[in-house]
């Protein structure tokens, strides 16, 4: 089974665009679309992103999503304090037949 | 707007099975395009994926619990439920059940979550 590797921590002051990155392998990412999720500390993951790069209804759109080969990135453009959250990727991944989760990014909004 | 509910024990003893149940409401659960699948994740890392149920019934579990994880479908409760054997301290964490969709037959997202239930695995 693979292993997707993003960022432990990211941080940026309000109104700044970050990027979170998660990288993967050809199992994964490579062959497979990729899909973002928000938690809030004390509550499940909620679904950001799907298919790469799309926005469920209610999603600002300043959050968005992006795949080049093995590599996926969520982009947050004009931060706002309510985004501190753990980000996690998470693609199919072939051999577990289910989503793979990366080992989140915690975004620290100073 | 579809809500789902896990439920069960909160402790359970080494050696026994964990049994938990996910109860969907505003919808039923035997309509598509979606499937059910269970989440845990334990303190402090990852959440990691467990297996899903079919509305056919079908099942497809992680490779690493297989040999202790069923999936059973109870459509005249609009419930799907969660049973691990064998259970260790290292099976202690908020168990997730949620709805994944399905796109030409194949997952797509999970995009309706439970809340989440803590399950403590101790004597």
Redesign the interface.
Known sequence: ?SVLTQPPSASGTPGQRITISCSGSSSDIGGN?V?W?QQFPG?????LI??NNQR?SGVPDRFSGSKSGTSASLVISGLQSEDEAVY?C?P?ED??????????TSLTVL | QVQLQESGPGLVKPSQTLSLTCTVSGGSISSGPYDWSWIRQPAEKRPEWIGRIYTSGRTNYNPSLKSRVTILLDTSKNQFSLQLSSVTAADTAIYYCAREMIRFGQYDYMDVWGKGTTVTVSS
């Open positions: 089974q679309t899909n999720y509550t499940a993951p909620k679904l799907y298919r469920p996690y998470a199919w051999s577990l037949n289910g989503p793979l989760f990366g080992g989140g």
